[in-house]
């Protein structure tokens, strides 16, 4: 397991305790805060190695549909979580745990997707 992939683990797992807070405690702030540093930690792990972090980078020498796949639904992730943030400023405290919950299986398939796409499909 590269670090990487071990960061983009960590990313999800800061997400899902801030989530766990947020169900426990109605979408606090503090709870928001951790799900916003999973998130913007998943956002810098994806974006740092396009900038040139070599680190970071992943090392593939190629790509398939699984892979852009994972990347696309990577955007949707974010997308997702802002999309809970705004609902969570209107007040409608029911349809963000919804969303939350949404954006959890979201990166959750993203992830998965993305490891099949690096080790299970061949690249081209």
């Given at each position: 397991?590269?670090?990487?992939?071990?960061?983009?683990?960590?990313?999800?797992?800061?997400?899902?305790?801030?989530?766990?807070?947020?169900?426990r405690e109605?979408?606090?702030?503090?709870?928001?805060?951790?799900?916003?540093?999973?998130?913007?930690?998943?956002?810098?792990?994806?974006?740092?190695?396009?900038?040139?972090?070599?680190?970071?980078?992943?090392?593939?020498?190629?790509?398939?549909?699984?892979?852009?796949?994972?990347?696309?639904?990577?955007?949707?992730?974010?997308?997702?979580?802002?999309?809970a943030l705004?609902?969570?400023?209107?007040?409608?405290?029911?349809?963000?745990?919804?969303?939350?919950?949404?954006?959890?299986?979201?990166?959750?398939?993203?992830?998965?997707?993305?490891?099949?796409?690096?080790?299970?499909?061949?690249?081209?």
């Amino acid at each position: 397991m590269t670090a990487n992939e071990i960061l983009y683990i960590s990313a999800y797992c800061i997400f899902l305790a801030g989530a766990s807070k947020s169900f426990r405690e109605n979408g606090s702030r503090a709870a928001l805060r951790v799900m916003g540093s999973g998130v913007i930690l998943d956002f810098l792990l994806s974006m740092l190695p396009v900038l040139g972090v070599k680190f970071l980078s992943t090392g593939l020498k190629g790509t398939n549909a699984v892979l852009i796949f994972a990347i696309v639904f990577g955007f949707v992730v974010w997308l997702l979580f802002l999309a809970a943030l705004i609902i969570r400023k209107k007040g409608n405290m029911p349809l963000f745990h919804l969303a939350i919950t949404l954006v959890e299986i979201t990166w959750f398939i993203d992830f998965v997707a993305f490891l099949y796409g690096m080790y299970k499909f061949p690249l081209t």
